[in-house]
């Protein structure tokens, strides 16, 4: 593992190898994700019925998530007991059980093997010996708890009980999305050629949103009256960033369509209903960005509600995935509205493109300067808390508290013996 220096304990400073290393993406894969955190897999609504199924991942290893006939949802490494093939190679579907192409090999629902073909061979010859035991072979099997229809996974024994992790801020944000039965509206896809933490800095960063998504701008559509903050869970490894309208805002939730055309550049929108607001929580909560450690976003951008999953695919590349839902009580107007919303979102969305561009020009020009390091500095150095407002990079070095952590760097191999010295509680060996 090269020698990669920390130069302040506090995390406003990241060297850049973070990025690019080998060493590190491969420790992350066991250090992070199949080390003690719960992972995001997908939402209940996705598979409703027993036999029903979904794939995924966590980090790179690829997980089935089956719901067996009991109603009993099962989360499963997706490779075959026999010689390690992809046993389900479709992202979703319902089965009686799960069979892998190659030999056949059947798997129950919760990834109990249940047969092998030609088991006493052909003519006597060949087959399976005497003493080979079915009921002792399945599938890799993960913890898994569900919270309000959210399904997480962990690969450990070490990890705390979910509500634990998610600490009561969050337990309140996922209470508030998924208050009623939930309706899943479609899927986006988007490629990103950059290290997976860079999303995690993008996501966790609310200072860039007035300056890089230029949307809002063009059109004058920023709200002076929009108040906002961000907010943690007592270790500030998951993040809440949120905005809200001041009580002078009219129209009571982010109704933008009644604004002139821009004074800085002429342009004006000829129809502006993919922003009208429509009020559907209690409170007068605009816009959400949730994310939770390692790789899970949620959303609510106006009406527009998601899930992100990031999906990594080796150091210099990630994937996201986006879920769509809205509520089972949405008439039908509400649903073509949400979907109208999602333009805001995703690989082409107005105010969501230029993150995966943002990701990816950080990705390639400090990739030449692994020596170097990010300065994270905005919203106050020192003690990671919650800010009031939104110009602020806390949330980013709550992430790299976290992960430095697990990480546990080792001393020789590199130079985080020095962070180590310096993190209260970490002895350099
Ligand atoms: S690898 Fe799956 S049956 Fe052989
Ligand atoms: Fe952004």
């Known amino acids: 593992m090269r020698t990669v220096s920390w130069p302040k304990e506090d995390f406003s400073r990241i060297p850049y190898a973070m990025y690019h290393d080998e060493d590190v993406y491969k420790r992350e894969q066991e250090r992070i994700f199949r080390g003690p955190t719960w992972n995001y897999l997908g939402l209940e609504a996705e598979l409703p019925n027993p036999g029903d199924y979904i794939t995924t991942v966590i980090g790179d290893t690829p997980i089935i998530v089956s719901r067996d006939q009991q109603g009993k949802v099962h989360a499963m490494v997706n490779r075959c007991m026999h010689r390690g093939a ?3 190679r479709e992202a979703f579907g319902n089965t009686a059980d799960h069979t892998c192409v190659y030999h056949q090999w059947r798997f129950s629902l919760g990834g109990q093997l249940l ?4 088991p006493h061979g052909a003519k006597g ?4 010996p005497p003493d080979f035991d079915k009921s002792t072979i399945r599938l890799e099997a993960l913890r898994v708890e569900i919270y309000k229809g959210v399904i997480f996974a962990t690969f450990s024994d070490a990890t ?4 634990e992790y998610l600490d009561a801020p969050v337990v309140a944000e996922i209470d508030r999305l998924f208050a009623k039965k939930i309706r899943i509206l479609g899927y986006q896809r988007q490629r990103i ?8 800095d993008n996501v966790r960063d609310p200072n860039h949103g007035g300056l890089l998504h230029m949307f809002f701008a063009t059109f ?3 709200r002076l009256s929009q108040v906002g903050g961000a907010k943690g869970d007592r270790r500030h490894r998951h993040n809440i960033s949120y905005s809200a309208l001041g009580e002078e805002a009219a129209g009571g939730q982010g109704n933008y369509g009644d604004t002139q055309k821009s004074s800085l550049t002429g342009y004006r929108l000829r129809d502006t209903s993919m922003l ?3 009020r559907e929580f209690p409170d007068r909560v605009t816009l959400v960005i949730l994310s939770v450690f390692p790789g899970a976003v949620f959303q609510q951008i106006s009406n527009s509600l998601c899930t992100r999953q990031i999906r990594t695919r080796g150091v210099n590349e ?5 879920t769509y839902f809205g509520f089972e009580d949405d008439d039908e107007s509400m649903t073509e509205h949400r979907l109208l919303q999602s333009n805001l979102c995703g690989p082409g969305g107005y105010i969501s493109m230029e993150d995966g561009e943002a990701v990816e020009i950080v990705h390639k020009a400090s990739a030449t300067s692994q020596d170097a390091h990010a300065r994270l500095e905005i919203g106050g150095v020192g003690e990671i808390r919650d800010s009031k407002n939104l110009i602020s990079e806390m949330p980013v070095r709550g992430f790299w508290s976290y992960y430095h952590e697990l990480m546990d760097f080792p001393a020789s191999a590199s130079a985080s013996a020095q962070v180590a010295a310096q993190v209260p509680g970490k002895a350099a060996a």
């Open 193 to 200: 050629f950059g290290n997976w933490k860079l999303y995690n």
């Open 115 to 118: 047969s092998v073909p030609f």
């Open 318 to 322: 990630m994937e996201l995935y986006w």
């Open 220 to 222: 004058d559509l920023i």
């Open 125 to 128: 010859e060949g087959g399976l």
């Open 86 to 88: 992809t046993l389900r």
């Open 276 to 278: 009208q607001g429509r």
């Open 160 to 163: 705390e009980p979910l509500l």
